[in-house]
């Protein structure tokens, strides 16, 4: 295929782009490039989307597919005004973070409520919370239903995404911790449930989309799994052999200043029950059944184990500190010998 990413220099972009190159396909990235380099085997288009006709000059090239990333409206119709009319199919990576309700586990891409779209005067998310991402994104999927029509769309509402060159604090902190090996504190239970999906086999189910030109809305994730599965598994993909995890209760932590998700001071992939016991639970036999492949547990530990090795300045270092964890670890085992 002749494919268009409109990115391609960073993460999942990145990703897809390299992926699709070793495939054979003949590849454009479009972008600004001040995220990244795009990698070897593509064709580089310098171009600045805030300008509305940045995309018009490849308009005439032939696309069999393009795919985009982007969560800034004007974005999305600049590129769809320009090509949508000379390609045949277009996948847009979306986000769970258009759903409405958190609280409920299994919900599907057919059947949960999404957020309203964004106001008119917003055009990507503000702040560092992110604020109207979520609407961004529903806005931004609606402009290529409307334009691309639903047959000829891919809309691939992307979970929690992992693996080599991730930019976030959430999957590394894991690999990090317990190669680091000690006492690890390990967030609420073991039965919480934990949801992601590895950046490649996510590149390679948007190829296969493209390629069979797939069209709808699907949930991009794996199948969700319990926290002490995910432990072991990550344990497994450095060769740990039994990891001291200690099991502290969600409200101790709370009291104690250790946040959700992401950040500092934070645990990473631990979010709120039940307030967001859907949110890292959702069915992802859709994706499954559409194509979507994964590879073991361990073997996204060891790709991205030996990414971080490679490349220590572009790992990101949130997380709860060691001195903030053994201090909090103290606390709950003088609560619990009491």
Known sequence: ????????????????????????????????????????????????RDDPDALV????????????????????????????????????????????????????????????????????????????????????????????????????????????????????????????????????????RVQFVDVVDLAAW??????????GTYDGIGPAMSRADLLAGVAAGLGVADPALTWVDQEFLLSRDVREWSGERALPLWVRLPESGGLMDRDARPALNAGLALRPLPDTVRATASWMTAHPAAVRQGGLDPADEAAVLREWQAVRNR
């Open 1 to 48: 295929m002749r494919i268009l990413i409109l990115g391609g220099t960073r993460f999942l972009g990145r990703a897809l782009a390299r992926l699709a190159v070793d495939q054979g396909h003949d590849v454009t990235c479009a972008a600004r490039g001040v995220s990244g380099v795009a990698p070897a085997g593509v064709r580089f288009a310098p171009v600045d």
């Open 57 to 192: 000059s490849l308009a005439g090239e032939g696309f069999d597919a393009v795919l985009d990333v982007t969560r800034q409206v004007s974005h999305a119709r600049h590129a769809l005004t320009a090509l949508a009319d000379h390609v045949g199919h277009w996948s847009f990576v979306s986000t769970i973070s258009v759903y409405a309700d958190d609280t409920t586990p299994g919900q599907t891409a057919t059947d949960a409520p999404v957020l309203a779209p964004a106001p008119p005067d917003v055009d990507g998310p503000i702040g560092p919370d992110h604020r109207w991402y979520g609407e961004c994104k529903v806005s931004i999927e609606q402009l290529v239903r409307e334009r691309m029509g639903v047959a000829r769309s891919f809309i691939c509402r992307a979970g929690l995404i992992v693996g080599v060159e991730d930019p976030s604090d959430r999957f590394p902190y894991w690999v990090r911790r317990l190669a680091a090996g000690g006492e690890v504190l390990a967030p609420g239970r073991p039965t919480d």
């Open 206 to 215: 948007l190829l296969h989309a493209a390629g069979t030109r797939l069209s």
